[in-house]
C-alpha cells in the first residue's frame, strides 16, 4: 500500500508555524487598515486583509492535511505576491500605503515572496507516494482464493 505523508507533521510543523504567524500578522493589519483608514488606500488595505485570509486559509489547510485546498491557497499566495509586488513597484499611485505583499513582502523580510515556493516544495515532497504497511495489507485478500 501507498501513503502520501501528512503537510502537518515533521518539518512541516515549522513551515505551519511560519504560516500561521503570518496569517495572525497580516490578518490583523488587514482589519486594522480596513477598519480605520479604508478610504487612504482602499485597494491596499483590501489586499492586505486578503493576503491575511489567504495565510489563514494555508495555515488550516496545511496543518491538517487537506491537500488540494493547502494548494490552492499556496498558489493564490504566489500569484498575490508576484502580482501585487509587480504592481506596487510600477504602480505606486494604486498602492500609496503597503500591503503584506508590496513590494514582494519587502516589509516582512520577503518571507511572502519566499513561502509560496516552499509551499509548494513541501507539498510535492510530502505528496510523493511512499511504501509503507498497515492493518489493511495484513488483512486477508478478498479475491484470494481460501483453503477449507
Do not use: C
Amino acid at each position: 500500500m501507498t501513503t502520501t505523508r501528512p503537510t502537518g507533521t515533521g518539518p512541516g510543523r515549522l513551515l505551519v508555524a511560519i504560516y500561521g504567524i503570518l496569517a495572525l500578522a497580516a490578518t490583523a493589519r488587514g482589519i486594522y487598515q480596513v477598519a480605520t483608514k479604508l478610504s487612504d488606500a482602499p485597494l491596499a488595505y483590501l489586499l492586505s486583509l486578503l493576503a491575511g485570509v489567504v495565510y489563514l486559509v494555508a495555515t488550516i489547510a496545511l496543518a491538517t492535511n487537506r491537500r488540494s485546498l493547502a494548494w490552492a491557497a499556496v498558489l493564490v499566495e504566489l500569484v498575490g505576491v508576484i502580482t501585487v509586488g509587480t504592481l506596487s513597484l510600477v504602480d505606486v499611485g494604486e498602492f500609496p500605503d503597503e500591503t503584506v505583499w508590496s513590494g514582494f513582502g519587502a516589509g516582512y523580510g520577503y518571507i511572502p515572496l519566499v513561502l509560496p515556493f516552499l509551499g509548494i516544495w513541501w507539498l510535492r515532497r510530502t505528496g510523493r507516494e511512499e511504501s509503507g504497511s498497515s492493518s489493511a495489507d495484513s488483512s486477508p485478500d478478498e479475491d484470494a482464493p481460501t483453503v477449507g
